[in-house]
């Protein structure tokens, strides 16, 4: 693939012109830019998750109440949701795509500069609605991430906070998913026809068409939750001949997409990384492209399975549940065709690849917990229970995170110019994995005994267990300290291996033939890609 | 450093750095903050909710008024005015869906819910809830009267329809160049919305003043006056849109190969058409 990465001649003296300090950051139409700010903002968020879910495993160290009310212990495992998944593991994706997107498809920048900067500058007024809303009378939303009514009806002013943050949030994702999609149906350099796409072009396509079909959806549902607590309508009240299980049938149609929304992305990261270090091409790219178009599709048709104790009619279930066992189809293609990639590959196993093979365990396994919690007679008993909380950490943890962090150590050569410590890494690997197992395997055990999820107090019987799991939790927080001291050293250079413009000898694609560190601009004339 | 330099042919335009995101923002913000506040009756709510709108305008004005400018400056070539195609088309496609979720629980109020709550289940507890629709619900004792389809509702179904053939009139005498034809057209369509409008506002003091429907009529009063209501506001904005793009007009913008602002407002226009016509059918007739 030939390209000219920055060509300095003729008319473009303006390059590096840009106001610096902080106006830079607020005013900024650079792709490379908005995708820092996005990481940055996703990690911060990440850190108060965190900080977030230690607090509730303090909590849960021990049975009784110790140093919780349990009305902050309710806005804290609120919040931790809400937060990780719209603050953290989200914002982290988009960022990757800003960065990634314009490099992979020979893009002089994102097809939509302006409204780019928009997107990530509406992330920070809804943090500080949401972490503010810990602070007024009555405090944070108490009713649990899903924000099920009647409850979250008759929650103080900390759930307004909460729905106009929803509100800025999803204008922020319905602005980065079609900048997202313009960008990549046509932006693409010549010779890139769709085909030939990498994947992770074509998991953002999908999760950005994803994000627009279903963020509306909840903007609809917390505008009448916000009309049922302030203005008098019923949309979720019995008396008027409202509801409240209609307000989780429209959750979860936006809820149950959401899912892949998050997932998609990182299976992307995960197609992009396993070919790179097993020195082979992607086994089954075009069934890679079905596969997550029909995951996509099937994911608007399932979900009423987070619903079975709501009284649905049998037909229902039964039909919920076999639509959801379906999705195993297209998702265990993925697995197989990662794991054919490998097959009799160079494998060579750098940071990258160990949090791509992690994730391909533990992701796995989440998703076969997810087909256990799929039979509807099991669902009955698992429901809200800690099988639960175990089965979506198994993918949203070691699912999306860790491939936030392959993606992080993959592709941060490019963006920084400078090698990570390739040993501390490997540390930061194992110990998340360790830890990560630490503190969720056990609530398997805890959740099939019965433990209730988002309850403060419990049986002395699951004592051990939550001993362990919060332990483990903390054990995974401090991997996360290390692992954003990785980072900065990476940043400032400090392991003093200059990246190549390809440092990983199996990499194909765009952004590989550009320098490292990326320059301000780049593909300012498209490519040729043959 | 001019931003022409990235619209030669074969180049992108990229623009440069701009404020106006970050004064969005603070506006939503201030916005949000003043919306929270005026809800839970604290003083300080609608003198914010009065800034956070104000902010909000400037922004509008500033951002849209330099994307005119640059698009007279004619710095979007044919690969931008296709990224603007796109991004319209799935910014419908989103607003499309934001209706689909309360038509959807108009859908599942009607054809669920209220039958539920008058079935043999619920007898215990609302043994007289006969659930026939319209329906203020089992316990709310204020009987209303719904609006009739065949009066204004009709005439505003009538009235929509008339003005998207009149904006394709505006359309097609843009694409032959006849300018004058074009604004007596495109002002017949913004004339045509202004009217609905009002039609709409009259039929809410109808409803209020006579019919004793209201927004806390029940399901029935919710879904209508919501329905009913965000499809208002998205007709306001649809004529904010095209009386926008008739000042241009007058101005001597657009031309045959050059009118993206046009074609938006009118897929707007078309789209807050279609959607009225669903309105008309399950809010009103059925």
Not at chain 1, 26 to 54: C, E, P, Q, R
Not at chain 1, 185 to 198: C, F, Y
Not at chain 2, 224 to 239: A, E, P, Q, S, Y
Not at chain 2, 241 to 257: I, P, Q, Y
Request: charged share 10%; proline share 6%; with cysteine.
């Amino acid at each position: 693939m030939a390209s000219v990465p920055h060509d300095h001649g003729h008319d473009h003296s303006h390059d590096d012109h840009h106001p610096t300090g902080l106006m830079r950051y607020f005013t900024t139409t650079n792709h490379k830019d908005i995708g820092s700010m996005y990481m940055w903002f996703s990690f911060v968020m990440f850190i108060s998750g965190g900080i977030m879910a230690l607090l509730i495993r303090s909590e849960l160290f021990q049975p009784g109440l110790q140093i919780l009310e349990p009305e902050r212990f309710n806005q804290l495992t609120t919040l931790h949701g809400i937060v990780m998944i719209f603050g953290a593991i989200m914002p982290a994706f988009v960022g990757f795509a800003n960065w990634m997107l314009p490099l992979q498809l020979g893009a002089p920048d994102m097809a939509f500069a302006r409204m780019n900067n928009w997107s990530f500058w509406l992330l920070p007024p809804a943090a500080i609605l949401l972490i503010g809303s810990f602070f007024v009378p009555g405090g944070a939303a108490a009713g649990g991430w899903t924000l099920y009514p009647p409850l979250s009806i008759q929650a103080g002013m900390g759930m307004d906070m909460m729905i106009f943050a929803i509100h800025i949030m999803g204008a922020s994702s319905i602005m980065g998913s079609i900048n997202i999609i313009t960008t990549i149906l046509n932006m693409r350099a010549p010779g890139m026809t769709m085909m030939k796409m990498p994947m992770f072009a074509w998991t953002w396509l999908i999760t950005a068409f994803l994000l627009i079909a279903t963020m509306p959806v909840l903007a609809g549902a917390v505008t009448m939750l916000l009309t049922d607590r302030h203005f008098g309508t019923t949309f979720f009240n019995a008396a008027g001949g409202g509801d409240p299980v209609m307000f989780q049938h429209i959750f979860w149609f936006f809820g149950h997409p959401e899912v892949y929304i998050i997932a998609l992305p990182a299976f992307g990261v995960v197609s992009q990384i396993i070919p790179t270090f097993s020195r082979k091409p992607l086994f089954g790219y075009v069934s890679m492209v079905y596969a997550t178009a029909s995951i996509a599709i099937l994911s608007f048709i399932v979900w009423a399975h987070h619903m079975y104790t709501t009284g649905l009619p049998v037909a229902g279930q039964l039909y919920f549940m076999y639509a959801t066992m379906l999705i195993a189809v297209p998702t265990a293609a993925k697995i197989f065709n990662w794991l054919a990639t490998m097959w009799r590959g160079s494998i060579t196993l750098e940071t990258p690849m160990l949090f791509c093979l992690g994730f391909l365990f533990l992701f796995t396994m989440g998703g076969f917990t997810g087909l256990v919690l799929s039979l509807t007679p099991v669902d009955i008993q698992l429901h809200d229970t800690y099988y639960v909380v175990a089965h979506f950490h198994y993918v949203m943890v070691a699912g999306a995170l860790f491939s936030a962090f392959a993606a992080v150590y993959y592709w941060g050569p490019k963006w920084t110019g400078w090698m990570y410590e390739e040993k501390h890494g490997k540390i930061h690997f194992w110990w998340s994995l360790i830890a990560f197992n630490i503190t969720f395997f056990p609530q398997h055990f805890l959740g099939l005994a019965g433990m209730p999820r988002r309850i403060p107090d419990y049986n002395m019987q699951f004592t051990e267990w939550n001993q362990v799991s919060s332990i483990g939790a903390f054990a995974f927080g401090i991997a996360q300290l290390y692992f954003i001291w990785i980072v900065i050293r990476m940043i400032r250079g400090k392991s003093g291996i200059r990246a190549a413009a390809k440092p990983w000898d199996g990499a194909e694609g765009l952004e590989w033939t550009v320098p490292s560190p990326a320059p301000y601009h780049t593909f300012e004339t498209p490519p040729i890609v043959k | 450093m001019s931003a022409s330099s990235h619209s030669a042919p074969g180049h992108y335009f990229v623009p440069q750095p701009s404020i106006w995101p970050i004064v969005g923002s603070t506006a939503l913000l201030i916005l949000a903050f003043g919306a929270v506040g005026t809800m839970n009756k604290l003083s300080w709510g609608w003198p914010a909710l009065a800034v956070g709108f104000a902010i909000l305008f400037v922004m509008l004005f500033g951002w849209f008024g330099a994307v005119i400018k640059e698009s007279e400056a004619r710095l979007y070539g044919k690969n931008v005015d296709l990224s603007f195609r796109w991004s319209m088309s799935w910014f419908i496609f989103s607003e499309v869906m934001f209706f689909a979720a309360f038509f959807g629980a108009l859908g599942f109020a009607r054809m669920h819910s209220v039958p539920d709550l008058a079935s043999i289940d619920s007898k215990l507890l609302w043994p007289n809830f006969g659930g026939a629709w319209p329906t203020t619900g089992p316990f709310i004792d204020s009987p209303f009267t719904p609006m009739g389809a065949w009066g204004i509702p009709a005439l505003n179904t009538a009235l929509l329809l008339t003005s998207g053939i009149t904006l394709t009139i505006a359309h097609h005498a843009m694409l032959a160049g006849q300018r004058q034809k074009l604004i007596i057209w495109l002002a017949a369509t913004i004339l045509l919305g202004c009217v609905f409008l009002g039609f709409q506002v009259y039929e809410y003091i109808h409803a209020y003043r006579d019919l004793n429907l209201k927004l806390t009529s029940g399901i029935f009063g919710s879904t209508f006056f919501m329905l009913t209501g965000f499809h208002g506001f998205h007709v306001t904005i649809g004529v904010i849109m095209l009386t926008v793009v008739l000042v241009r007009c007058m101005r001597g913008h657009f031309d045959a190969k050059h009118h993206f602002a046009f074609e938006a407002a009118a897929w707007y226009w078309h789209f807050v058409d279609v959607v009225w016509l669903g309105l008309f059918v399950v809010v009103y007739m059925l």
